[in-house]
Every structure is written in C-alpha cells, then in structure tokens.
C-alpha cells in the first residue's frame, strides 16, 4: 500500500500546482458505481469475459470549459478464469474462476465536446489488494504484490460512463507468465459538486 499512497501523493500535488495556474478552473467530486466484464489474456488464463463489480470516487478539475484533469480512485472486483493447462503443474494455478480485487487509479485528460458528453484517456495505476488469496499447486502466491501501470480510456454520456482499462499482470504461474487484464465498465455517476 506504500506506492499507492505514493503515488496519490502525486496526483495531488500535480493538482494543486495545477491550481495555480492563472485559468478558470473549477474543482468538482463525485461518486461512481457499476459493473464490468473483465478477461485475463495469458498462457495459463485464456478465459471469456467474466462479470464483476466497481465502484469508487472521481475529482476534476477544470482547466478551461473544454478541459480537464479527472482522477477516479476506485474499488474493482475482477473475475477471470484459469484455464487447466498448468492445472498439474507445480507452479500452475487450478481450474476455475478467480476473483481479483484491485485497487485503481485512472488519471484522466478529459475532453468536453458538450455540456454532457466528454472523452477521456490517460495513464491507470493499479495495485491488487488479495494477491495472497490464491496460490500455486506449490503453495506460493499465485501472483506479485506490486503496482502496475496500464492505460484507460472512457467516455461519459450524461451520468452514463464507459471505461476500457488494460493494464499488464505479473504472475507466478509456470516461469512467471505474464496476463494483460482487459476491463470494459459501464456505470452510473453522481456529481456531488
């Protein structure tokens, strides 16, 4: 959890320098909430789409009435399948669906074309909260504890929002596969101001 809390440092303080630049600016919160199908592509997690859950916070800040900075701290849940094709392995990973739940945060540039449409993209940090949760056929972590870096993309139609998030995964699974996690949400949003 240290890099998380270092890496929300940063956007913070990207932040506030942000505020004192001589624009017009406005700052603004709200709360997000939705499902997800997510997919974990790797050697041993060929899997289809599964359906999971997110929720979290989002804070902008306007640079200008077209543009802004929009950070979406947030609770994500998941849900890919393991294949069986190191199922006996001593390194593999058993056959089924896992839950994984992340801990992310998108850093948006945030494109307004109208007053209630908007396109986003921008860097993910990502950081799996239950990475001792599954283990290997030989009792070791199934995956490693540490942050990652993807991308997201998005696009907010009204209090109707679109996300597709890929970020890379490093497992333990059979001589250190490594899985991009692709994650498409849909949700609803609440501005609070």
Known sequence: MLNTARYLRLVLVAVFLCSLM????????????GGNLSQLDGDAFRSAKKVGL?????????????????????????????????AHEP???????????????????????TRGFSLMVGPEFSHLLNESRYRLNNNHPAFKDAMRIGY??????????????EVKRVSNVYSDWHAALVQYQLGIKWDLF
């Open 54 to 86: 997110q929720a979290g916070l989002a804070f902008h800040y306007n640079f200008s009435k077209n543009l802004a900075l929009q950070v979406e701290p947030s609770f994500n849940i998941s849900r890919v399948r393991a294949n069986e094709s190191t």
């Open 91 to 113: 390194a593999g990973i058993a056959k089924g669906t896992k839950s994984l739940s992340y801990f992310q945060l998108p850093v948006f540039a945030k494109l307004c074309i």
């Open 152 to 165: 997201s993309v998005g696009l907010e139609l009204g209090a109707i929002y679109f996300r597709y998030h």
């Open 22 to 33: 001589k624009v017009s600016a406005q700052i603004g919160a709200g709360l997000r909430f």
